[in-house]
């Protein structure tokens, strides 16, 4: 019988340890280059997952050797009864990490109860700390309520929530040393994330700004000493302004490959598993689930693992995909 403590790794070397459990898509903000204006109408196969189900796939992920999952959505903080799920979540044996991605709107209600749940660490996607950019990227999100999050945040007990951060040439270059700021004044990690193509808008190269242009962009201003890696870290390249409490990330998706340390699978709320991002493989894991079945459940997680490709081949030019919306697949 396998445990958490014997790796699970796939075919290319690579340590996979952490999953991306989506729970809904459904979500309060339309930021625009995750979804459309109106939202999501289309259900692919059967619905959202009942609680009792993302359990299920989270215990047998775990019994193969997950050692860390994240909560995403769409906005998980929508879904009534997360809070209760969080914390059958983190008594999974062998779970070593729990942690939840948000749009941040309701924390300022919530962070005390998740902390509580046993939720360990919060990250917070925000892509600008102008009023007026915030609105305009989220189609009217109050980036007062999200501000107000991340304090009530720590507040609770968190550490200063991680901080991702779309940068978009034209829309929110101008704030990258804004964001550096923030991990000397606030202590806030903040993971500087490509624009990815998901919705392949006409155009959508123009809003591509390469990671490195970043970093040069922050040593203008900082110098930038490079971060060790934790166990959990995920394929960014992490970097240090000497003196700040915060780490600066760049994950570079589009202008550089990192799959080589790719170290997780993904489960939308439907139950679809993808190995990679950026491929259209996936499957279905309700036949395993509708009733359930443990051991079925545990075999279709290993196929996921062991067909992880070995590299996605998106680039800005002449890469093809089917369109997703972050919002299905949690980001
Ligand atoms: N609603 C939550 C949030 O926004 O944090 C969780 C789900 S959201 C889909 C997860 C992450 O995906 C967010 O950090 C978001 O910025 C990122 N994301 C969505 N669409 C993206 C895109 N086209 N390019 C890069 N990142 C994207
Ligand atoms: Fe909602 Fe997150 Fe997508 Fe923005 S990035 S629309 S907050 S799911």
Redesign the pocket.
Known sequence: MLSGRIPLVDPHGRKINYLRLSVTDR?NMR?F??MPKDGITKKEHGGILSYEELLLIAQAAVGLGIEKIRI?????LVRAGIVGFLSQLAEIPGLRHLAL???GLLLAEMALDLYKAGVQRL?V?L?SLNPQTFSAITRGGDLNKVLAGLQTAEDAGFPPPKI?C?IMRGVNDAEILDFADRTLSHGNSIRF?E??P?IKEDGWQRYCLAGDEILAKISTRYPLEQVEKGPFSGPSRDFRIPGARGSIGIITAVSGHFCHECNRIRVTSTGQAKGCLFSDAKTNLVPWLRPPDREGLAAALRRIVSSKPAQHDISTDGYTHENFM??QI??
């Open positions: 979500c930021c280059y995750c995403t959505g769409g906005e998980p991605t948000t749009n990250n996607s892509d991702n779309v994330i624009y990815m998901a972050m919002s949690g980001g």
